[in-house]
């Protein structure tokens, strides 16, 4: 019996076999970069726990890391001091907000893009819209800075010309968490929203011509036929998220708040509390441990939220 289906078994032929080199030549440069980029580096994890210091030219990285000394969980200790909690709040904090936020939004916006009934209007929406998520935070803080700095920007102008005292923006922290949230969601909503677009444009429209020849309005279109479609990239953009919940926005947190020490309190997060700490200290093995604690975090949400989806909704989970 096995040798009859053996038999029927069809016999890659020299034609099938290039079609598939073919192939895998055009994964290759894929798979090579995920291989050096995100694997390799992985060997580095055992930093973590080891004394480490930079490699010299007599001690080069290899011999340096056999020779650091073993010392466990101590590189984790920084991340659980009085100052650390701060940023941790800060981190999970930030984080939540902008993901439910960011979500709202971006499918938002998109059933409104989806509206539009005049296409040059539509294309120029996206693009102004998508256009920042390419922006450096770089570009964008300077950007901020043209409207709050406090000698010549334009909102300081403006309150002067009014005869309001001036806000010291860069010295005032209780602005901050709205001032951050807003250039979070200018930057990156635009990302999302064309991902949600897309997925909209893929429905039948005969779907929503059923539903207005029954009665429905736009509003219970949009409940009835929209949100159902779009559930699937919700839920997968929403666990995929949820993994970086432990991750910050390095570039916004550093560049945006000009680096101003009295912000500190609402801009340290993780990951500019342990660039700052390494800055100073030079101690590679903390810098290891804390990327170590945000990459098991993140594994540990993405787990747990892909679980939670599973249970309620199987054909809508990542595995």
């Not at 509206?115 to 040059?120: D, G, S, V």
């Not at 390419?134 to 909102?155: K, Q, R």
Request: glycine fraction near 6%; hydrophobic fraction near 50%; aromatic fraction near 14%.
């Amino acid at each position: 019996m096995l040798r009859h289906q053996a038999a029927r078994r069809p016999v890659m032929g020299s034609a099938g076999r290039k079609k598939t080199l073919w192939l895998l030549t055009m994964v290759a440069p894929g798979a090579i970069w995920l291989i050096l980029i995100r694997y390799l580096p992985m060997f580095g994890i055992v930093m973590a726990f080891l004394d480490y210091r930079l490699p010299t030219r007599k001690m080069p990285f290899p011999i340096n890391l056999l020779h650091s000394d073993w010392v466990g969980l101590d590189n984790f200790q920084f991340l659980f001091t009085s100052d650390a909690l701060t940023m941790i709040r800060n981190t999970l904090g930030y984080n939540i907000v902008w993901i439910a936020l960011g979500l709202v939004l971006a499918v938002a916006l998109a059933i409104m893009m989806s509206e539009l009934t005049k296409k040059f209007l539509a294309k120029t929406y996206q693009t102004l819209m998508f256009f920042p998520y390419f922006l450096s935070w770089v570009v964008a803080a300077y950007f901020l800075f043209a409207f709050l700095d406090p000698t010549n920007g334009m909102i300081v102008r403006a309150q002067k010309a009014a005869g309001v005292t001036p806000i010291d923006w860069y010295n005032e922290p209780k602005y901050w968490p709205v001032i951050l949230t807003i250039c979070s969601m200018w930057k990156n909503t635009g990302y999302s929203t064309v991902l949600y677009l897309s997925a909209i444009t893929g429905i039948d429209r005969s779907q929503y011509e059923a539903a207005a020849v029954d009665g429905a309005t736009k509003w219970q279109q949009m409940l009835h036929v929209t949100l159902p479609h779009l559930k699937p990239i919700i839920i997968v953009l929403l666990i995929m998220n949820v993994g970086k919940i432990f991750n910050a926005d390095f570039g916004l947190f550093w560049s945006v708040p000009m680096n101003s020490a009295p912000l500190f309190p609402v801009t340290q997060v993780v990951d500019t509390y342990v660039y700052r700490s390494y800055k100073f200290t030079g101690d590679v093995g903390m810098s290891t441990a804390a990327g170590f604690l945000q990459n098991l975090v993140g594994f540990i949400c993405i787990m747990g939220a892909n679980a939670i989806v599973r249970r309620l909704d199987a054909d809508s989970s990542l595995f």
